[in-house]
């Protein structure tokens, strides 16, 4: 089983529905995080959980909302989404506390918004 | 100005080039650099993972840093096609969360 796990792969949505973006990490680290990735530009940080507990909200619109319950899980719940939401989403997760820790990521959820 | 700087490209070479990818970055304070690699319809994962200035060696792959220009580099030796992917580097925080990434260059390795 690999080490950061997201579902779904795909997801396309309107922009009245409600969904959520799951991910689950094997490896036994206490932070984890939720990055966005559109083309040509760099990954953007969104969330950060550091043993469960959030340390980051970087001015992420409401309509994104993270939930962290517990260290090996973290999920993203979307609604009233809009076009310019459509990208990669990447889980990752790391060893907080440990100087310079590298992230492992996940495979992402590819959203459409439309 | 960013904290990262990345040529997105993209790179297209001939199969057993030497490719050198190239990043450059903003803070002299930074001291650990990382890099990517991201094949399509996957997520990113660690390749080399460098301290400090010179030169890290991994199989076909070398990672220099040159801490005076603030210059970060990715070599490949004898390219394959099963490199053909995007390579982040990417600089972790010596404090707080906030990775710093560059946009990525997209290589492709012709057979």
């Known amino acids: 089983e690999t080490g950061v796990t997201q579902t779904p792969r795909h997801l396309v949505m309107g922009m009245t529905n409600k969904k959520s973006l799951k991910c689950e990490q094997h490896?036994?680290?206490?932070?984890m995080y939720w990055y966005k990735q559109s083309a040509k530009k760099p990954l953007e940080l969104m969330f950060v959980?550091?043993?469960?507990?959030?340390?980051e909200n970087n001015s992420v619109p409401s309509r994104f909302s993270p939930e962290c319950p517990n260290s090996s899980h973290l999920f993203l719940h979307l609604h009233t989404l809009q076009p310019e939401d459509s990208a990669l989403y990447l889980c990752a997760s790391s060893t907080a506390g440990t100087d310079y820790s590298p992230l492992h990521f996940g495979n992402g959820t590819r959203l459409t918004v439309t | 100005q960013k904290e990262v700087e990345q040529d997105p490209g993209p790179l297209s070479v001939p199969e057993g080039a030497i490719v050198s990818l190239n990043c450059t970055y903003s803070n002299s304070a930074f001291q650990y650099f990382m890099w990517y690699r991201q094949y399509s319809r996957k997520g990113p994962e660690l390749l080399m993972y460098t301290y400090s200035s010179g030169n890290k060696e991994d199989g076909r792959f070398t990672a220099q840093v040159d801490k005076s220009s603030k210059y970060i580099s990715l070599f490949i030796r004898d390219s394959q096609p099963s490199d053909s992917a995007t390579y982040l580097c990417a600089i972790p925080p010596h404090t707080g969360n906030q990775f710093y990434f560059g946009t990525g260059t997209s290589l492709t390795v012709i057979p």
């Open positions: 959980y550091n043993f469960k507990e959030q340390t």
């Open positions: 490896l036994g680290h206490n932070a």
